[in-house]
């Protein structure tokens, strides 16, 4: 299906313009870290995690700390994060794999991040860009929902909106591109009430001209 006409170089420079500081917001100081905080962050807000974390990482500070922790105290303190008992297994299992696979440090490569248990091609993204700096865009449910909003996507499908996103969005600002687009979700294109009034992206908006045009169908 054709993707539809819309102007993506100036898309994108008002995303700019609206968000010059977007970078991750979850708190990181290391590779490891950011792998862990990405994990827990699947069904969880960012602000949960990072008020999880402290205490997480002054308990368990490495791949080896994490990868001899007892499930059930592991769970007591990942337990205020959603499914926390599936995480808490997937974080052993990780830290575990660090340290049989990879001497305890986190891989580079998307292929061998998917290869560690609980990490998804969104979580690889995650740590792709912001641990490596390698280009890439991680479709989480705002980027999802603001791309085919603006109509730089067009699919259900989360694996379909990176491949077209990657198409349309040049590879230099892939990795800010993902960022701008999860803050103008959380800050202006809301789920239910995305506030368009407001919004300088409207008038390249597929979502506002089909909105228009409907309105103007009924009347
Ligand atoms: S105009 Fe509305 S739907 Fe389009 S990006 Fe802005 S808030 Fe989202």
Redesign the pocket.
């Known amino acids: 299906m054709a993707l539809p006409r819309v102007n993506v170089k100036e898309i994108l420079r008002i995303l700019a313009d609206l968000y010059p500081d977007a970078k991750c917001a979850l708190d990181h100081t290391s590779a490891f870290e950011l792998l862990v905080a990405t994990i827990l962050s699947a069904q969880c807000t960012d602000t949960r995690v990072n008020q999880i974390t402290p205490r997480l990482f002054a308990k368990y500070p490495s791949a080896e700390a994490l990868a001899a922790a007892e499930v059930r105290k592991l769970e007591s303190v990942i337990g205020e994060c959603g499914l926390f008992r599936m995480k808490a297994k997937h974080l052993i299992g990780t830290a575990q794999r660090l340290l049989a696979v990879h001497q305890g440090q986190v891989p580079s490569t998307r292929e061998e991040l998917m290869a560690l248990p609980g990490v998804g091609r969104k979580t690889a993204n995650v740590v792709l860009s912001n641990a490596f700096g390698v280009a890439a865009i991680a479709v989480d449910t705002h980027v999802q929902r603001?791309s085919n909003?603006?109509g730089l996507a067009m699919s259900d499908d989360v694996s379909e909106t990176e491949r077209q996103l990657m198409a349309r969005v040049p590879e230099a600002l892939w990795s800010a591109a993902h960022h701008w687009l999860i803050h103008?979700g959380r800050q202006?294109?809301h789920a239910r009430s995305?506030?368009?009034d407001e919004?300088p992206?409207?008038p390249h908006?597929r979502?506002?001209k089909e909105r228009t045009k409907a309105v103007r169908q009924r009347a």
């Open positions: 603001v909003r603006l103008h202006v294109c995305p506030k368009c919004c992206l409207a908006c979502y506002v």
